[in-house]
């Protein structure tokens, strides 16, 4: 393959915001008397936020309507949001994130990113990068969050680069599985680095260069 296009999801990848969603949901769940801890809260990475709310109530002593659950997920972004907004600033993107994609960028690849999160825009504009990418596509973009491919399908659309030309870059199970679905190669990072699906693989972008990555699929 021709790497064309490079297609990075946010949370894990370029901005580390799975601290704040943690306590964002603990608080929910604690107001709710729902038992909750990190080990769940693995389970929610990359997934959608009605999503991780259904598994957040899996241990939750009633049942709640539907409405109950619009207005429990709204509760826990209200939280979110404002941790975003109080706490993250730009030396919240990831070691090495930035160097591998300007890596990216003198290699005249294009850069664009694939999140499922619906705060993706903010969390640009809060470290400072919403005018870096050359297509952001986010949570509400899409009608089906992943692992289903919308996201990277849109994303190289958008670019208007063929999917066999895109390289996805992944740090959950579920992204992979976009990344799979979508028809492109697959670079899986942090907690999915151990992904036997992926295409290539390491434990950060800090861990290797662009140039090795492109060597390694080409
Ligand atoms: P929001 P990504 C994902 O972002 C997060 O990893 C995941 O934990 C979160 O539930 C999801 O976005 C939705 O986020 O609640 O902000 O809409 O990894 O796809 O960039
Ligand atoms: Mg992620």
């Known amino acids: 393959m021709r790497v064309e296009a490079v297609i990075l999801d946010l949370d894990g990848v370029v901005v580390t915001t799975d601290e704040f969603h943690y306590q964002a949901w603990q608080r929910l769940a604690g107001e709710e008397g729902v038992s909750f801890d990190r080990k769940i ?8 936020c009605m999503e991780s709310l259904t598994i957040l109530l899996e241990k ?13 997920a709204a509760r826990k972004n209200r939280y979110y ?41 903010m969390i640009l504009q809060k470290v400072g990068m919403d005018a870096y990418f050359d297509a952001v596509v986010d949570g509400n973009d899409i009608t089906k969050s992943k692992p289903d491919p919308e ?22 199970e579920a992204g992979v599985a976009a990344g799979i679905a979508a028809g492109m190669k697959v670079f899986a990072v942090g907690a999915a680095a151990d992904d036997e699906r992926a295409d290539v693989s390491a434990p950060s ?14």
């Open 81 to 121: 949001v404002d941790l975003l907004d109080e706490k993250l600033k730009p030396d919240g993107v990831l070691p090495g994130a930035m160097d591998f994609m300007e890596e990216l960028k003198a290699h005249g690849i294009k850069v664009a990113i694939g999140s499922s999160s619906k705060n993706g825009m």
């Open 60 to 72: 939750a002593k009633r049942k709640y309507s539907d409405k109950e659950k619009k207005e429990m």
């Open 151 to 172: 996201v990277f399908l849109i994303a190289a659309k958008r670019l208007d680069i063929e999917p066999w030309d895109c390289l996805v870059i992944e740090d959950t």
């Open 41 to 48: 809260n693995n389970r929610l990475r990359g997934v959608s």
């Open 205 to 218: 972008l800090e861990h290797i260069s662009a140039d090795e990555i492109i060597a390694a699929l080409t």
